[in-house]
């Protein structure tokens, strides 16, 4: 059995489609200050970055499982400081306690792999901690709002088949919603989309959202919503005390991701398009401080049709830069995203 010990978690998406597609030709708007209107969305929003008030939050979610299964569960966090903090994660199957030192943490779960519904309710609670991700320069483009909206978006193009479309509330210049599309030669198809609602205020400067969902496909798979979060008056030592049988890795407040180098993508096998079958697969990928796969998992599959092909391509063609902590490489564990479609 290799050792978990050391994980931090990514995610990463990629789309395989029948035929192969051209990417499509979109007129683009004219480049404006955009930057501006991220960084302020997120200076608001990031209630985990130094010097902000210490916090306690606690929230339910209802996840729609990609097999139908419903599950319904609760996530805590204390928060003291980047360095003093107790995240706890439940479902009736799964449950998973983190407690955040300087320069480590310890975690106890209670399986080997991190099932999907954990790895998406930590990154949409964790939206915005760490400030927005290094832009690439990639066509970040205002769009022309429409008579009487109340928001303002902007369209980045992530790459060459996918954009991500960002809108603010024109007052508070909180973000609203964000969503993911990918462009073939068939047209646009929404992927991804992170509704952001009910901001209200923690402190003198914060503002963060008591509802939360994200869809995929038009079918809303999570949903959370807070029902509590105040400041933390008082910062009890033994809330941050490593629970018994806790694993101590080693951590970082804002790593830099991996980023895939080399990868081939993952056919689509015939028996699967002659079966008219398509869907999403979630695997989870852990990678060493190397860069190099270690290990695969399905999480979810529209059909066992597509694991063995999406496993042998992962474990032997892909090939990632490794994840790091201020240049120091660290090993990693990603969520990937692979969409089989038949258009």
Avoid at 56 to 74: M, V, W, Y
Avoid at 188 to 194: A, I, L, N, S
Avoid at 218 to 227: K, Q
Avoid at 307 to 332: H, R, Y
Wanted: charged fraction near 25%; charge should be neutral; include cysteine.
């Amino acid at each position: 059995m290799k050792r978990r010990n050391w994980i931090t978690a990514f995610m990463l998406t990629i789309v395989v489609t029948v035929p192969r597609a051209a990417e499509a030709r979109k007129r683009r708007p004219e480049v404006v200050g955009g930057e501006g209107l991220i960084q302020r969305a997120w200076d608001m929003s990031d209630i985990r970055r130094a010097g902000s008030l210490p916090f306690h939050l606690h929230a339910k979610f209802h996840f729609a499982d990609p097999s139908g299964k419903a599950i319904e569960g609760t996530y805590t966090l204390d928060w003291a400081s980047p360095t003093m903090w107790r995240a706890q994660l439940d479902t009736p199957d799964f449950h998973n306690t983190e407690i955040g030192g300087s320069g480590k943490s310890w975690l106890l779960r209670n399986t080997k792999y991190k099932p999907l519904v954990a790895f998406l309710v930590g990154s949409t609670l964790n939206f915005f901690n760490g400030g927005p991700k290094s832009r690439p320069g990639q066509d970040l483009m205002l769009l022309q709002p429409e008579e009487g909206s109340k928001t303002i978006c902007l369209l980045e193009r992530l790459n060459q088949w996918t954009r991500s479309k960002m809108c603010f509330d024109k007052d508070s210049g909180a973000l609203v919603e964000q969503e993911y599309s990918d462009y073939t030669h068939r047209g646009r198809r929404v992927g991804r989309v992170f509704e952001f609602r009910n901001y209200r205020a923690l402190g003198a400067r914060e503002l963060f959202p008591w509802e939360i969902s994200e869809s995929n496909n038009g079918a809303e798979m999570l949903r959370v919503d807070i029902d509590a979060l105040s400041k933390l008056n008082e910062i009890p030592l033994s809330l941050f005390t490593p629970p018994p049988g806790a694993v101590e890795r080693p951590t970082c407040q804002n790593p830099d991701p991996p980023r895939r180098i080399k990868s081939v993508e993952p056919p689509y096998p015939e028996s699967a398009r002659k079966l008219r079958l398509q869907g999403i697969i979630f695997a989870s990928v852990y990678l060493g401080a190397d860069g190099n796969v270690q290990d695969v998992e399905i999480l979810s599959s529209p059909s066992p049709v597509f694991d063995s092909v999406v496993l042998s391509t992962i474990k032997n063609e892909w090939k990632f830069e490794p994840a790091s902590c201020n240049g120091q490489p660290m090993p990693a564990e990603v969520l990937t995203e692979i969409s089989y479609w038949l258009f």
